[in-house]
């Protein structure tokens, strides 16, 4: 089944940028929708971006015209393309086989995640 490993975090000033990466194994993830979620410390889960196996996108309110989601078939990879970062958003970013219509979210794709720090 889909395992999806996420790398590409790190500390940064605000304003930085950073892309993550998400890495699929087990099989492509070309048939699937693939969503970027995110869990600041003392916070719920909430979702940034999905792409879907069309490459139709959306978009948290919170990170529209900053960051990107885009897919890479042939490298298997999702990747998340961050700018002008903020403090608020730090966080661990995961990824996971989602369905961006719905928001069904299949628990059992998480990777261990990747920590993004903003801060002066």
């Known amino acids: 089944q889909l395992q999806l490993v996420e790398s590409g975090g790190g500390s940064v000033q605000p304003g930085g940028s950073l892309r993550l990466s998400c890495v699929a194994s087990g099989e492509t993830l070309v048939y699937y929708d693939i969503g970027w979620f995110r869990q600041a410390p003392g916070k719920e889960r909430e979702g940034v971006s999905c792409i879907t196996y069309r490459n139709t996108t959306n978009y948290a309110d919170s990170v529209k015209g900053r960051f990107t989601i885009s897919r890479d078939n042939a490298k298997n990879t999702v990747f998340l393309q961050m700018n002008s970062l903020k403090p608020e958003d730090t966080a661990v970013y995961t990824c996971?086989?989602?369905?961006?219509?719905?928001?069904?979210?299949?628990?059992?794709?998480w990777g261990q995640g990747t920590q993004v720090t903003v801060s002066s």
């Open positions: 996971a086989r989602e369905d961006c219509h719905t928001g069904w979210v299949h628990f059992g794709s």
